[in-house]
């Protein structure tokens, strides 16, 4: 009787069963516990930056965001009125975001789930100070940026003049809001932003996309942002539309304090809930 002769499997198979094999792992690799350390690491150099390098990063992040604004009203201005422009000149949003995202710069928002991450782990009054002072630094550094560039487009030619109304019409919306209503519409921004960063260390070549459609929801769901809103703001002040008492109290405050609630109290809390037991044992072992 002969005996049986196994087929041996190809080179070509072999070499697909191993890709395989390497993307199944590197997908499962990226457990909840380990985009919270991604996410906790990227935190902690941020805290250890130099104040001069914070608030170069936030005041170039203040100004880049500013594409936002650029883009919508230019999006506004050549589109014809048609019942969709709406929902094609919110892509215009996304482009701040990218830019400031992509670029790594220091955007406040970002900064309620990256810098708090790490003191859920390491709860002492130091850590706390440290996320306070990363927070006013960056907040302040993007507001400057913020209104820099709105002296930029108020007081030069640096942008065309047919696209100023447009500008100003999406400020007039902006700020024009109730406080009630811009907090309340603030803490889902605030929850999107921090959940594109707990989605970024998986994206990879979707990145780009990933920002792209969560900012586009947040410009077509009319939800406000403080550091985007604060460009707007910084528009009208310049043009004196706007006086300092309704800009701060009707417009900044509340608009800040829901970004806030929702990165941090909202989902950072959600997420730091579904590792906590994960990183405590970890730490234990």
Request: aromatic share 12%; glycine share 6%.
């Amino acid at each position: 009787m002969a005996p049986l002769i196994q087929k041996q499997p190809s080179v070509e198979k072999i070499a697909e069963e191993q890709e395989t094999e390497r993307s199944v792992k590197k997908a499962a690799a990226l457990t909840p516990r380990l985009i919270y350390e991604v996410i906790r690491r990227e935190g902690e150099e941020e805290l250890a930056r130099t104040h001069r390098s914070l608030v170069w990063s936030g005041v170039a992040a203040g100004m880049m965001i500013s594409l936002s604004v650029l883009g919508e009203a230019i999006f506004r201005t050549y589109l014809p009125e048609t019942p969709y422009r709406y929902l094609i000149e919110n892509v215009g949003y996304s482009l701040g975001f990218i830019a400031v995202i992509m670029g790594r710069m220091q955007l406040f928002t970002e900064n309620t789930i990256t810098t708090v991450l790490p003191i859920m782990r390491k709860r002492t009054w130091h850590s706390l100070y440290c996320m306070l002072r990363l927070w006013f630094i960056v907040l302040s550094a993007n507001v400057v940026g913020a209104f820099a560039v709105a002296a930029l487009f108020v007081f030069t030619p640096a942008i065309p003049p047919e696209l100023l109304p447009a500008i100003n019409e999406l400020s007039y919306h902006a700020t024009g809001m109730s406080a009630e209503e811009g907090f309340w519409r603030a803490i889902p921004a605030g929850v999107i932003v921090a959940l594109i960063v707990w989605m970024l260390p998986q994206a990879d070549e979707t990145a780009f996309f990933l920002i792209l459609t969560f900012t586009w929801l947040i410009a077509a769901g009319d939800f406000t942002h403080i550091v985007a809103g604060s460009v707007e703001m910084a528009v009208l002040v310049w043009q004196g539309q706007l006086d300092a008492y309704p800009a701060l109290f009707r417009f900044f405050l509340p608009v800040l304090s829901g970004n806030i609630i929702g990165g941090t109290v909202i989902f950072t809390l959600v997420a730091w809930g579904q590792v906590r037991d994960d990183v405590e044992e970890n730490d234990h072992e």
